[in-house]
């Protein structure tokens, strides 16, 4: 027999603490779509997308209304386009994007993954084609959100594609400057990208996957933020065992909807994602999580020990509170949707090399940071080779989102709107690494031994 | 298949009367009820069997969450199955 209390405890974590599913994605492989002609293969893009995702929303509201539980995302992720792409007597990509996008409306979703590239070793005619493709189709459309895999543990780092993407970032804030560079927003320059992230901008459906599939992802920095008040002062095995407890209740209820919306679906359930995403609304932010745990502003001395301590106590709870975890499972600490992080940006305290630094122990990486619109095209591949590094020696994932806001300068706001938030523009260093970027080539991939 | 609905709000004549009216008009069984008042909120927690109810239960908890608001009142119904996830290993 279920207890009121912990009825009572449900409702209010929904209610006052932001908890919700914070996306159902669902993957479709895209790999029969090819053909030579591109408007032939961008009609069959658009044809498969709405015709596995016709139910996706319907279900999902379905699903919210029976469990009384938000599920604030509806996603689509797709094969890597470069993959679908190649195949193209083309010089661009831009209607496979634009397929997309229209596909993605027309299934009522809010974001749709895959204008991807996986490049980490060296690039096809399709890769190249692809990244070009980028920054117009980042203009061209609305929902469609890109990425590029610039790295691997295993493979080491592609320079030639780092030095690439600094410039296609460069030019895609340009072409959308009358909207502070967001189409930067939707663009993530990864490595060790994971092929079943349900999260945006990264998501993708990679080429291991099944035909389609379901993939959750949960959050819920709120209820643990409530959850730490209560043990104010106390060890840290404390600390952390409430974090674990939190994540696996969290965890479990992903856990429930995944199947049941794959089910209704008729589609594998894939994974849940453990990750702490946090929103720009008061009481879901990661920052203040940090905080919590004594810390005065996020970002201060103790801030990397404590998301440490965070990320991994995340993973332990939800690990057992699902039979497949996957995608990028974590906490999040992207700049613009966390009102504490905005924060602690705002006042100084936090900065882009502490933020570097919080990235080798958490999920994901330098992750919706506004820069100066000046900032170089090689300063912006140092910033992804300096990322790439640290998520390939330490064997996980990393990623850059950065926005060099046309036209601000430190201090400023740029204003992304939605779900994308707003950040203050962050100051880079203004030393050069240009001759560092221009030699190309790769770096090799590291040693997995003798490590220290 | 068995869901858990909740009503919260301020205590006065009716508010039992008022939400079993409805529930049976749509078939749906009572299994249970529980009831306080909590800090003069009146709480209630009923168990109720959706297995033969004349509409979608997606469709019944929208219809309940438009009557609580008529009422004045948080009427809500959740399968059970959140419930048992989140509270049960």
Not at chain 1, 67 to 80: A, E, L, Q, Y
Not at chain 1, 105 to 126: D, H, P, R
Not at chain 1, 188 to 217: I, Q, R, S
Not at chain 1, 325 to 353: C, K, N, R, Y
């Amino acid at each position: 027999m279920l207890d009121f209390k912990d009825i009572l405890a449900t409702q209010d974590m929904i209610d006052k603490r932001h908890l919700d599913i914070r996306t159902i994605t669902m993957g479709i492989s895209l790999l029969d779509c090819a053909h030579e002609d591109v408007n032939e293969c961008a009609r069959r893009i658009y044809d498969k997308i709405t015709r596995r995702a016709e139910n996706l929303v319907k279900v999902g509201q379905d699903i919210e209304w029976e469990f009384g539980i938000p599920i604030v995302n509806k996603r689509i992720s797709v094969t890597p386009i470069a993959l679908v792409g190649n195949a193209c007597k083309t010089d661009s990509y831009v209607p496979l994007a634009i397929a997309m996008d229209k596909a993605a409306k027309e299934c009522g979703v809010n974001f749709i993954g895959g204008f991807s590239a996986l490049v980490q070793k060296g690039c096809t005619k399709g890769d190249w084609i692809l990244m070009d493709s980028i920054p117009e189709a980042m203009q061209a459309t609305e929902l469609v959100c890109s990425s590029v895999n610039v790295g691997s543990t295993k493979a080491g780092i592609n320079m030639d594609a780092v030095a690439k993407m600094g410039g296609i970032i460069k030019k895609t804030a340009e072409l959308t400057a009358d909207n502070d560079g967001l189409g930067c927003g939707k663009l993530v320059v990864f490595a060790n990208a994971v092929e079943d992230n349900p999260f945006m901008a990264g998501a993708f459906h990679g080429v291991g996957e099944p035909e389609c599939e379901l993939n959750v992802g949960v959050s819920g920095p709120g209820v643990v933020y409530h959850a730490l008040q209560s043990v104010k002062g106390q060890p840290f095995d404390v600390v952390a065992e409430t974090i674990k407890k939190t994540a696996f209740r969290i965890t479990r209820m992903g856990q429930m909807v995944g199947v049941e919306a794959g089910k209704r679906l008729n589609m594998p359930f894939g994974i849940v994602d453990l990750s702490l995403a946090p929103t720009p609304a008061v009481g879901d932010s990661v920052a203040r999580i940090l905080e919590e745990m004594g810390l005065e502003v996020c970002g201060t001395h103790g801030t990397t020990a404590a998301l440490a301590l965070l990320n991994d106590a995340v993973k332990k709870g939800g690990v057992m509170a699902s039979n497949h975890v996957g995608g990028l499972s974590g906490a999040f600490i992207p700049v613009s949707e966390d009102e504490g992080m905005i924060a602690a940006a705002q006042s100084g305290v936090l900065t882009l090399d502490k933020l570097e630094a919080m990235t080798c122990v958490c999920s994901v990486g330098l992750d919706m940071i506004a820069v100066p619109g000046d900032t170089s095209a090689a300063t912006i591949s140092a910033i992804i080779a300096d990322e790439a590094a640290i998520g390939m020696v330490n064997s996980k994932t990393t990623a850059v989102r950065i926005i060099p806001a046309p036209g601000k300068t430190v201090g400023d706001m740029v204003e992304m709107g939605g779900l994308l938030g707003s950040a203050p523009v962050m100051p880079v260093h203004p030393e050069s690494a240009v001759d560092f970027i221009a030699r190309g080539g790769r770096i090799p991939a590291p040693l997995q031994s003798l490590k220290n | 298949m068995k869901a858990i609905v909740t009503v919260i709000g301020e205590d006065r004549v009716g508010i039992i009367a008022g939400v079993c009216v409805d529930l049976a008009a749509f078939n749906v069984n009572v299994l249970d009820i529980s009831q306080t008042v909590m800090q003069g909120y009146f709480t209630m927690m009923m168990v109720v069997d959706v297995s033969n109810a004349t509409c979608p239960v997606a469709e019944l908890a929208q219809k309940l969450d438009e009557k609580g608001k008529e009422m004045n009142l948080s009427i809500r119904l959740q399968r059970e199955e959140i419930f048992q996830a989140m509270h049960r290993v």
